[in-house]
C-alpha cells in the first residue's frame, strides 16, 4: 500500500501517524524493507574494513538498525537536522549512518573474540588440547582484564568526586594522551611542578582507592 | 616513646592515687590494664571496684561503636595527605588529626578491655546493659573488619604508631591493627606515587606490599578513554567542540582500535555516499524522490550514465549501465530470494567475478561499443539465457 510513495513521503507519513497516536509500524516497516539492501551494502564495507563479518552478521546488525531507528531514531534524527542542517540528510542517509554505526560498534566490541571468518565450516581445523587450553588461558586473562579496567574506573570516579583537580591533571595526562607535563601545565593554566604533583597524587590515591574496591568486592 | 610513655605513666599514677576518674574511667582503666607490662597494675584493682554499675551503664548509653566509622575513615585521608602535601607544618596538622582518629578507636578498645575486668568482679552486665555492652562489641567488630584492611592509608603515621604499638603488651597487639597492621611498610605510600627505579628491601621482601602494588599495577599503564559508541556517533554527525576533535585526533595517533573505528566511519560513508548516488540516477532502478541531494565529498563528482533494462522478471531485473566508454551489468534481486548470474565475453572462457553492490550483483564488461556477451540468470528452477550487445 506504500509502493507509490517516495522514501521522504512514506516517513513524512511515519511522522505524521506518530504524532496523531497512530499506528507506525507498517509505513516504518515498509522504509526500512526499501532500505534493506543498501543496508547490507553499508555493513559488507563495514565487514571488509575490519576483515571480518559474515551475511549472517550483516542480517542481525540490519535487524538492530532498524531496532535503534524504531526506538530512538526518529527523535535523533529531528534533532541532528535541527543541529546539522544537511548533515542527516534524508531518513534514508539516516538510516544508513545507524546501520554504520552499530555495524562499527559490533565489530568493534566483537574484535578480540571473533577469529577470521572461515569461508566452509568444513574447512575449519579441529582445535588440539593445547589450543583449547590456551584459548581458555586467553580468555582468562581478557575476562581479568576487563575486571581490572573496571574497577579501575571505579576507581577515578571516585577520585573525580574526592580530588578533582588530581583528577582533572590524570584525566589529561593519561587517558587523553598528553603524557607531557608542559602541554598540560599549560592546558590547566599551572605550573609544570604543579602538573607534575597533581599527577602523582592521583596515581596514589588511585592505587589506594583501587585497593579498597578490590577488597569490597571480594577480588583480593 | 618517650612522649606517648609519659603519658600513659601519668595515667597509671593517676590510678595508683585513686584519684577521680569521672567520664572516661573505663577507658583510662583500659589504657593501663592494656600497657601492664610496662605501667604496672597499681591502682586499677581499686579503680575497677570502686567504679558502680551505674557508672558502667552511663558509659555504654554515651558511646557508639558506629561513630568511630566516619572519624577512622577521615583519619585515614588525613594520614594520606601527610605523605602527599606538600607543606611541612600542615602536614603536621594532618597528622595530628589522624592520630587522634586512631587514639579514638584505642580508647574504645581500653573501654571494652576494661568493662570485661570489671565483670569479672561485680558479675556480669544484665538485661539493657548487657544488650548495649554486646552491640557496642559487635559493632567493634564490624568495624575492624570493614577497616583493617585499609590499614596501608594510615602508613605514614607509622613512627607514632610503632611506639603505640610498642607500647602495647603483647597479647595486645594483634588486636590493635590500628597501631599494627603495616607498620613497618614505610616505604609503599612513597612507591604508590611513583614506582623506583630499584625497590627498596623492605617492598623486595613485604610480601603485602609486592602484592598491593602488583594489584594496583593497572594505573602505571592506565587504559585510555577509547572513542566510546556515543562519542563516534557525535565526531560522525560533527557535533564534537573543536577540542573533543582535537582529543580524538591525539587519541587516534595512539590508538589503533580507535583508528580503525575512524577509518570504517569514513569507509562506510563512501559507501553511503554510492548508494545515494545510485538512487539520483534517473533509470527504472532508482526510486523518485523529492528530497534535496545529499552532501557529496569534494571530488566525488559523478559521471553521466544512461541506464537500459534487458530483462524485467518477477524475481530480477537486469540493467545494462553505460558510463563514459566503459559498461557494466546490473542483476538486481526484486525478492528476497538468492539470484545467481553469469557473464560470458567469449565462449568456452570463465564467467567475469561478479561483485555484490548495492543494487545486486554487478558485472564490470570493461569498454563499450559493439561488443556482445552472454548472460545466465538463475533464481530457483528459472533460468535466464540470453545474448546482449554492449
Known amino acids: 500500500m506504500f509502493d507509490e510513495l517516495t522514501d521522504d513521503e512514506l516517513f513524512t507519513e511515519v511522522l505524521r501517524r506518530r504524532a496523531a497516536g497512530e499506528a507506525i509500524g507498517p509505513p516504518l516497516g515498509a522504509l526500512c524493507e526499501r532500505w534493506a539492501r543498501p543496508a547490507r551494502y553499508v555493513v559488507s564495507k563495514i565487514q571488509a574494513s575490519y576483515g571480518r563479518g559474515s551475511p549472517a552478521d550483516a542480517d542481525e546488525l540490519y535487524q538492530d538498525a532498524v531496532g535503534k531507528f524504531l526506538a530512538r531514531g526518529l527523535e535523533q534524527f529531528r534533532g541532528v537536522s535541527e543541529q546539522m542542517p544537511g548533515r542527516s540528510a534524508s531518513p534514508k542517509t539516516f538510516f544508513l549512518r545507524i546501520v554504520k554505526h552499530v555495524a562499527i560498534d559490533f565489530y568493534r566490541r566483537q574484535r578480540e573474540d571473533l577469529a577470521p571468518a572461515v569461508a566452509d565450516p568444513e574447512d575449519a581445523p579441529e582445535e588440539s588440547p593445547s589450543e583449547v587450553a590456551r584459548a581458555v588461558d586467553v580468555a582468562r586473562r581478557r575476562e581479568e582484564r576487563t575486571e581490572a579496567q573496571e574497577v579501575y574506573w571505579q576507581a577515578f570516579a571516585r577520585l573525580q568526586r574526592e580530588h578533582p583537580k588530581e583528577a582533572g591533571a590524570w584525566e589529561l595526562y593519561h587517558h587523553q594522551d598528553v603524557e607531557d607535563h608542559e602541554e598540560c601545565a599549560r592546558r590547566l593554566s599551572i605550573s609544570v611542578v604543579n602538573s607534575y604533583k597533581r599527577v602523582s597524587r592521583a596515581q596514589a590515591y588511585l592505587r589506594l582507592y583501587l585497593l579498597d574496591l578490590m577488597k569490597e568486592e571480594g577480588r583480593e | ?390
Not at chain 2, 7 to 13: D, E, H, I
Not at chain 2, 358 to 382: I, M, N, Y
Request: hydrophobic share 40%; charged share 30%.
Open chain 2, 1 to 390: 616513646m618517650t612522649e606517648a610513655l609519659s603519658r600513659y605513666q601519668a595515667l597509671s599514677a593517676r590510678l595508683a592515687r585513686g584519684g577521680d576518674l569521672v567520664g572516661d574511667s573505663l577507658e583510662v582503666i583500659g589504657d593501663v590494664l592494656r600497657r601492664g607490662e610496662r605501667l604496672g597494675s597499681q591502682g586499677v584493682e581499686e579503680a575497677l571496684r570502686s567504679l558502680g554499675r551505674g557508672e558502667v551503664e552511663a558509659w555504654l548509653r554515651a558511646r557508639s561503636s558506629e561513630a568511630l566509622q566516619p572519624a577512622l575513615l577521615r583519619a585515614a585521608e588525613e594520614a594520606v595527605e601527610v605523605a602527599l602535601g606538600e607543606d611541612a607544618a600542615e602536614a603536621e596538622l594532618w597528622r595530628g588529626s589522624a592520630l587522634e582518629g586512631l587514639s579514638a578507636r584505642d580508647r574504645a578498645e581500653s573501654a571494652a578491655r576494661a568493662m570485661t575486668a570489671w565483670e569479672s568482679l561485680h558479675g556480669p552486665l544484665e538485661g539493657e546493659a548487657a544488650r548495649m555492652r554486646t552491640d557496642f562489641l559487635e559493632g567493634l567488630g564490624r568495624l575492624d573488619d570493614a577497616l583493617r584492611p585499609r590499614a596501608r592509608w594510615f602508613i605514614p603515621l607509622n613512627p607514632q604508631r610503632r611506639v603505640e604499638r610498642d607500647l602495647l603488651d603483647e597479647s595486645e597487639r594483634s588486636r590493635a591493627w590500628w597501631y599494627g597492621e603495616r607498620a613497618d611498610c614505610d616505604d609503599l605510600l612513597a612507591t604508590l606515587g611513583h614506582r623506583p627505579a630499584s625497590p627498596s628491601a623492605h617492598l623486595d621482601a613485604c610480601p603485602l606490599c609486592r602484592e598491593d602494588l602488583a594489584r594496583s599495577g593497572v594505573v602505571e599503564a592506565p587504559p585510555r578513554r577509547h572513542l566510546d559508541a556515543d562519542a563516534l556517533w557525535r565526531f560522525d554527525m560533527g557535533l564534537m567542540s573543536e577540542e573533543e576533535r582535537e582529543q580524538v585526533e591525539a587519541h587516534t595517533r595512539k590508538c589503533l582500535d580507535c583508528a580503525q573505528a575512524v577509518l570504517a566511519l569514513e569507509e562506510g560513508e563512501a559507501a553511503i555516499e554510492e548508494v545515494l548516488e545510485e538512487d539520483e540516477l534517473p533509470g527504472p532502478g532508482a526510486r523518485p524522490s523529492r528530497a534535496p541531494a545529499p552532501l557529496r565529498r569534494p571530488g566525488a563528482a559523478r559521471h553521466p550514465e544512461h541506464r537500459e533494462v534487458l530483462e524485467e522478471r518477477r524475481e530480477f531485473r537486469v540493467v545494462l549501465v553505460r558510463e563514459r566508454q566503459r559498461a557494466r551489468l546490473l542483476v538486481q534481486p526484486l525478492t528476497g530470494r538468492a539470484v545467481t548470474a553469469a557473464v560470458f565475453l567469449t565462449p568456452g572462457k570463465p564467467s567475469l567475478k561478479p561483485q555484490q553492490g548495492p543494487e545486486g550483483l554487478q558485472f564490470e564488461l570493461g569498454l563499450a561499443g559493439g561488443r556482445a556477451a552472454h548472460l545466465t540468470v538463475q533464481v530457483g528452477s528459472e533460468v535466464l539465457e540470453r545474448d546482449f550487445s554492449f
